[in-house]
């Protein structure tokens, strides 16, 4: 098994390019909840995922990495979802769409790099998510 262990420095600037990346454009970033199947790629175009809903990042996104640790401000939540289905992923975008990052999707402790304590989201109903944090 290999070990690799970061110097909390390195990490915070290897963190510092992903908030940047959010933050880019004239607004604020977003987070788009999708159903299966989650895309291979950023890259890769929507095509049969359903968008369940977006929630929106304050701008800036967060603070200075810190500890290996990038912490998101407040995120804005959706008071409305676009459709019902189970979240599987969400892609979080810059302000004009350009995708930063791709996340899997789980409910609290199920591992997945976003957590949320219900992945089934109902048409009409709130989306929301208490933090964000990406740490190396």
């Given amino acids: 098994m290999a070990i690799v262990r970061i110097a909390t420095p390195l ?3 290897m963190l510092t390019p992903i908030r940047d990346a959010i933050d880019a454009g004239s607004g604020a970033g977003t987070i788009k909840i999708y159903t299966s199947p989650m895309a ?24 200075t990495p810190s500890g290996g640790v990038f912490t998101a401000s407040a995120i804005t939540q959706d ?9 599987v992923w969400a892609r979080i975008a810059d302000s004009a769409g350009v995708t930063v990052m791709d996340v899997d999707i789980t409910s609290t402790g199920g591992g997945g790099a976003m957590q949320m304590n ?3 989201i109902v048409i009409g109903g709130p989306i929301s998510i208490s933090a964000l944090t990406v740490t190396l």
């Fill in 79 to 87: 008071s409305s979802a676009d459709a019902t289905g189970t979240a």
């Fill in 118 to 120: 219900t992945t089934s």
């Fill in 11 to 13: 990490k915070n600037s």
């Fill in 40 to 63: 291979t790629l950023p890259s890769d175009a929507i095509s049969t995922q359903t968008l369940l809903g977006t929630l929106t990042f304050s701008d800036p996104s967060g603070a």
